[in-house]
């Protein structure tokens, strides 16, 4: 994305840090809309495209879930690696209460090291989707797809 030095349209004395999409018109932080792809300004026309965009999104959930973009923000895209607990020691993942996202419907997990089901170590905290996928190759047997993001603030978690 191009970025010029231009100014905001809606506030003359700020700079600008992107256009919108649709209308090509430069504008601040405060005044664009981040989508999927691109970013959006507040007019009418140009929220509706925006709308339109998080619609197709929402739509192709069901089969495809991803992470959506403020979780990816939110996100590097450094996932937990191996996950590995033999007789209660071994890493695995809690799911840390109230992390849930509305939009896209992943969970924050704390990846763990236990020793006989007790938490001695942290590696971190992680925003995973977990769905069960149709296989089109063995009908009627599903496959578990697991999608993890590490959280860029760590620190935030631990409050
Ligand atoms: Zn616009
Ligand atoms: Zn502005
Ligand atoms: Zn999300």
């Given at each position: 994305m191009q970025i010029k030095n231009n100014n905001c349209l809606n506030h003359p004395n700020k700079k600008a840090i992107s256009f919108c999409h649709i209308c090509n018109n430069y504008y601040c932080e405060e005044c664009l809309i981040e989508g999927r792809e691109y970013y959006y300004c507040h007019k009418e026309n140009c929220f509706q495209e925006y709308k339109k965009d998080l619609e197709n999104f929402l739509?192709?959930?069901?089969?495809?879930?991803?992470f959506c973009p403020q979780c990816i923000k939110e996100t590097?895209?450094?996932s937990t690696g191996d996950i590995n607990s033999t007789n209660l020691v071994g890493t695995k993942l809690v799911q840390i209460d109230g992390g849930?996202?509305?939009?896209?419907?992943?969970i924050i997990v704390e990846k763990q090291y236990e020793i006989f089901?007790?938490?001695?170590?942290?590696?971190?905290?992680?925003?995973?989707i977990q769905f069960k996928k149709y296989r089109t190759d063995l009908v009627g047997s599903k496959e578990t797809i697991f999608?993890?993001?590490k959280l860029l603030n760590q620190k935030k978690i631990l409050l």
């Open positions: 739509e192709s959930y069901d089969t495809n879930p991803r590097s895209d450094e849930t996202c509305l939009l896209c419907k992943s089901g007790f938490r001695v170590k942290s590696f971190g905290f992680y925003r995973v999608y993890a993001r």
